[in-house]
């Protein structure tokens, strides 16, 4: 299959199109949009993906190991795990599978870019600017549709990084919380919603950090062989009542919260 140069009179229009839905798959705004976002979307035969440039290099990552299958360094073995995967994946021979991949049976194009959007832009068609006009309206029209997954994977990538140790169970539970947090906001109000979801994100990193802190400093005490209170209500013990997961499953419980004045 042939690839084509993307014409010069349509790079913008395409540029432009590119990065706004790169906008709008990282609502967060956490990256950059000119990379891309990595998001599948694929849902009721529409074929919807977007994936920044690759340069992992793993033989078996289809946007960096794509072109090597062609190669000899692979065996017949592995040719035979490999191909079903990087078919999958749109992949093409010479370039790799593509960055953006739309095809919903009207319209249809896989564009491949080096690096930030724009750059090297290859296309596996000849577009016209008519052809982007419609590209445009059938992919913010399936956008549209699957708010609620970008939503949900936008959160699920800012909670990626918090660590929640023995309890990372909960992390789904949060996901939940702050989607619904963010959905419960009329759309006009959505933006400042997620801007107070970041916060409280990054107050949860922060938090957990402190607890990752609080459970080292506690495993070199019983290191040291210095005895620590095994009284859950004493501070001191830092293995488990300081800990943020602790904190949260009893919050998550209804279980009174560290700190709080129970009567003993
Ligand atoms: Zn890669």
Not at 6 to 12: L, T
Not at 176 to 196: C, G, R, T
Request: charged share 25%; aromatic share 8%.
């Amino acid at each position: 299959m042939a690839v084509f140069i993307v014409q010069d009179e349509i790079q913008d229009d395409l540029s432009q199109l590119l990065l706004e839905i790169s906008k709008r798959l990282q609502p967060f705004g956490s990256e950059p949009p000119v990379y891309g976002a990595n998001a599948a979307l694929d849902s009721d035969g529409i074929i919807f993906r977007m994936q920044k440039y690759c340069w992992c290099e793993a033989m078996d990552c289809p946007w960096c190991g794509g072109e090597l299958i062609t190669q000899n360094g692979y065996s017949n073995h592995e040719i035979l795990r490999l191909e079903p995967i990087f078919e999958a994946s749109g992949r093409i021979d010479g370039e790799g599978a593509p960055n953006f991949w739309f095809d919903d049976g009207e319209a249809s194009i896989k564009i491949w870019w080096y690096k930030y959007i724009g750059r090297g832009f290859l296309s596996d068609r000849l577009m016209t600017a008519p052809d982007i006009a419609h590209l445009r309206k059938a992919v913010l029209a399936a956008l549209a549709d699957r708010d609620t997954e970008v939503l949900r994977n936008a959160v699920r990538s800012e909670l990626s990084y918090t660590d929640l140790g023995d309890s990372s169970s909960l992390l789904p539970v949060l996901q939940d919380a702050f989607l619904a947090l963010i959905q419960s906001a009329p759309k006009a109000d959505q933006e400042n919603k997620i801007s107070e979801v970041s916060v409280a994100i990054q107050e949860l990193q922060r938090q957990s950090n402190m607890a990752h802190q609080a459970q080292l400093a506690g495993e070199a005490l019983d290191k040291a062989g210095i005895a620590r209170s095994a009284n859950p209500e004493d501070p001191e013990d830092l293995q488990f009542e300081l800990t943020l997961t602790t904190r949260l499953e009893h919050l998550v419980d209804g279980n009174e919260r560290l700190g709080s004045d129970t009567p003993s």
